[in-house]
């Protein structure tokens, strides 16, 4: 009797065997779609920004944050406020940097703008006032020579505006620009990179806002690697800190 019951249960053991590999391979797939999906927590290479296939070497000890931006672009200029008051509470543990697209004659002109203004340490003043400028207040400019005109009486004059404007010094700095954006293989604007290595930009998943969120992530996420190779300390603008669950906490000297 003993045996044959156990005869008519070997089938039983032998289905149950099989829809317990089934419920494991379905189980192990879910898993292994979950941990690919979001392998590091709520931002996913490939959604949420690009891993830079030949990343930049990026010197210095802090962080680096490069936005890619033109005067030309209506959506740069309503992202710009954003960053601005985003870099009020993290620009002292990054080393915050603006490369503007020269993509075009146009681009060209007023990413030449930008560095004129740099050379002749304008930009703290100017900017902000350019930009409105331009979007705001409906301004177009079409050749070297009216920008120089805006620009006299603002903190320079016509003459020195066109001296920067045609200098080696920012010239170079054009050609660099140009040079890294392609690197970073920079198709759109706005658009921020990471350390060199992760390229943020809008897309269907991510807006201006969510921008600012990725790049915090990505940015707690590089300090983080630092910490852990020089044994705890991260040294930025204002000194040493440390990096929490949440980024980068309790600067010193702040």
């Known amino acids: 009797m003993t045996k044959k019951s156990t005869r008519s249960l070997q ?10 590999l089934v419920v494991l391979g379905i ?25 830079i296939d030949e990343p930049r070497r990026v010197r210095g000890d802090q962080v680096e944050v490069m936005e890619f931006f033109s005067y030309g672009c209506i959506h740069c200029f309503n992202f710009d406020p954003l960053l601005d008051d985003w870099l009020e509470d993290r620009g002292t543990t990054i080393n915050f940097v603006r ?11 007023l990413g030449q703008t930008y560095f004129t203004m740099q050379e002749l340490q304008l930009l ?21 020579e009216e920008i120089a005109d805006w620009f006299d009486g603002k903190g320079t004059t016509r003459e020195q505006f066109l ?4 200098s080696s010094n920012v010239q170079r700095r054009v050609a660099s620009a140009d040079s890294i954006a392609r690197q970073m293989k920079v198709i759109s604007i706005p658009s921020v990179v990471v350390n060199g290595k992760y390229l943020v930009s809008v ?45 980068v906490k309790g600067l010193a000297g702040s």
């Open 163 to 166: 001296t920067a404007f045609n």
């Open 203 to 247: 897309n269907r998943e991510v807006g201006p806002k969510r921008m600012l969120e990725v790049i915090d992530y990505l940015v707690a996420q590089e300090i983080a690697a630092r910490v852990v190779a020089v044994g705890g300390g991260y040294r930025g603008k204002r000194g040493f800190g440390w990096v929490g669950l949440g980024g």
């Open 27 to 51: 189980v192990g797939y879910g898993l292994t779609t979950v941990m690919t999906a979001a392998p590091d927590g709520e931002f996913v290479p490939g959604k949420h920004y690009v891993v």
């Open 124 to 144: 703290d003043a100017g900017h902000s006032r350019f930009f409105a400028e331009i979007h705001t207040l409906g301004r177009g400019f079409s050749s070297t």
């Open 11 to 20: 089938p039983l053991k032998i289905l149950l065997g099989v829809f317990g």
């Open 99 to 109: 490369s503007p697209t020269v993509a075009g004659e146009l681009w060209r002109m």
